[in-house]
């Protein structure tokens, strides 16, 4: 764990005392699929294979866990074998990142028509509510040092979460939830994804991917984001713990 001296604020009667704080770590990793480099993510050095399986999926080039006959991780590489009837997939690929940090490649008309949604359970503000204020009691890395983004999971039928992952970045925090989702065969159509981050189109386009119908930010959204919310029907909080949320297609 790397750490870094801080200073506590000096008595004039005694000298300055440090101390370590723990710093998040960051960690590289390639992802290759059939011996082809299709991305270089940044992200938090846990939970890999939940990331590398939402990552797949968001991409379109997995569907369920069994699409892929192998992953195995090799130092920073995640190499991933297909199996004969995904692998046209990956002959066809266009990828749709669009990393509103650090840019990406982004396929002409990605935004133009974005899947549908409906949701088909009952939402109401305040179960958002009750369900966003669990977020701080499942982020122990956040605690620890800050600079740390959490998602959930929720059954909303339920109204329960199912599971919560932490990353450096938004994004991977996402792809972990749905891989865990995916290898335990969960409904993603009754289920609604809370998050710490603002939601841009990516991660929009995501939730979407999955058939999450909800979506729920502790903040804002983008004006792409919206155009996206708008056009394909899904719910979306904004600012949910402020006394003025954002509601859409709510």
């Known amino acids: 764990m790397p750490t870094l001296k801080a200073k506590k604020k000096p008595s004039p009667k005694t000298r300055r005392n440090a101390r370590l704080v723990p710093l998040p770590e960051e960690a590289l990793l390639t992802i290759e699929v059939d011996g082809r480099t299709l991305s270089r993510l ?10 590398v399986l939402g990552w797949l999926f968001s991409q379109g080039l997995l569907q369920t866990p069994g699409d892929a ?27 749709v990142q669009v990393v509103a940090c650090s840019g990406g490649d982004v396929q002409p008309g990605l935004f133009s028509n974005p899947p549908k949604t409906t949701r088909k359970y009952a939402f ?20 620890k040092h800050g600079g740390i983004h959490c998602s ?18 938004r ?20 289920t609604a994804l809370f998050i710490t981050g603002r939601v841009s189109a990516e991660m929009a386009l995501k939730v979407l991917h999955a058939g ?7 903040t804002t959204l983008t004006g792409k984001a ?25």
């Not at 991977?172 to 993603?188: E, M, P, R, T, Y």
């Not at 999450?212 to 502790?218: D, E, G, K």
């Open 42 to 51: 940044s992200c938090s050095p846990f939970d890999r294979r939940e990331l």
């Open 69 to 95: 006959a192998a992953l195995r991780f090799q130092a920073d590489r995640a190499l991933v074998r297909l199996r004969p009837t995904a692998a046209p997939r990956l002959e066809q690929y266009h990828p």
């Open 124 to 143: 109401t503000l305040p179960q958002a509510i009750r369900l966003m204020e669990q977020l701080p009691g499942r982020t122990p890395l956040f605690k």
């Open 152 to 169: 959930m999971l929720a059954d909303m039928r339920e109204q329960s979460i199912l599971v919560s992952r932490e990353d450096i970045s």
């Open 171 to 190: 994004s991977n925090s996402v792809d972990k939830v749905i891989g865990w989702g995916l290898v335990h065969g969960a409904d993603f159509s009754r």
């Open 212 to 218: 999450i119908p909800a979506l729920v930010s502790q």
């Open 226 to 250: 919206l155009e996206i919310v708008r056009q394909s029907g899904l719910t979306l909080i904004g600012h949910v713990l402020k006394p003025r949320p954002i509601l859409l297609n709510f």
